[in-house]
């Protein structure tokens, strides 16, 4: 349990940083025409802020209605879902091989 906690801690921030990045990519970068890269990061910026971020983005796109600490906060909430979704994953796959073990077994 202590591990799991360590791995959200850890991939919280490590997940808010690169959507930043990639939706720093998505948003600001749309005058020429966009590369391959480009065209990459713009998709996975969008997958990446979709539970949490996108959707206030979409709501609020200049920044005037949510206070700034909902914002703020929306980027470690967005990286937290995240990284419950990867230990679910996890959870799910190791269940599946003990299973497929027990039953072959």
């Known amino acids: 349990m202590i591990r799991k906690a360590i791995f959200l801690v850890l991939f919280t921030p490590i997940h808010g940083f690169t959507t930043a990045v990639m939706l720093q990519r998505f948003l600001y970068n749309q005058s020429r025409t966009p590369s391959v890269i480009e065209t990459l990061c713009k998709i996975v910026g969008f997958l990446l802020a979709l539970p949490v971020l996108y959707p206030c983005i979409l709501i609020d796109p200049d920044g005037e209605w949510f206070p700034r600490w909902l914002q703020i906060a929306s ?26 073990r027990i039953a072959g077994g």
């Open 75 to 100: 980027v470690f909430v967005n990286g937290f879902i995240w990284g419950l979704l990867v230990l679910l994953v996890f959870y799910v796959a190791k269940r599946l091989r003990r299973r497929k």
